[in-house]
Nanobody, 119 residues
């Protein structure tokens, strides 16, 4: 059974920082592409950042130079370091795991962690 458990969300003031973590189990973590997505109230879920099994990263334009995604394969954990947060970053943040192959594969999701940026 695949489980993705996010942690690290909370309330932070504009300009502040948070570090999200996502601990994975039930998958061979090292071969999965891991990602962070977010969903704000009334909006669709959007990609924030991804990191491949080889360590290549990709970011949404809105978070480039502010957020950093990383992974620790020994701990089966992916992180999202978020700096210079602004109210527009307020959302529920979801961890995603997907094995990239030539054939369709399922997406696995965590339960989400709330990030609120407010003074």
């Amino acid at each position: 059974q695949v489980q993705l458990v996010e942690s690290g969300g909370g309330l932070v003031q504009p300009g502040g920082s948070l570090r999200l973590s996502c601990a994975a189990s039930g998958i061979v973590f090292s071969v999965y592409r891991m990602g962070w997505y977010r969903q704000a109230p009334g909006k669709q879920r959007e990609l924030v950042a991804t990191i491949t099994s080889g360590g290549s990263t990709d970011y949404a334009d809105s978070v480039k130079d502010r957020f950093t995604i990383s992974r620790d394969n020994a701990k089966n954990t992916v992180y999202l370091q978020m700096n210079s947060l602004n109210p527009g970053d307020t959302a529920v943040y979801y961890c995603n795991a997907k094995k990239i192959t030539l054939r369709p594969t399922p997406d696995y999701w965590g339960q989400g962690t709330q990030v609120t940026v407010s003074s």
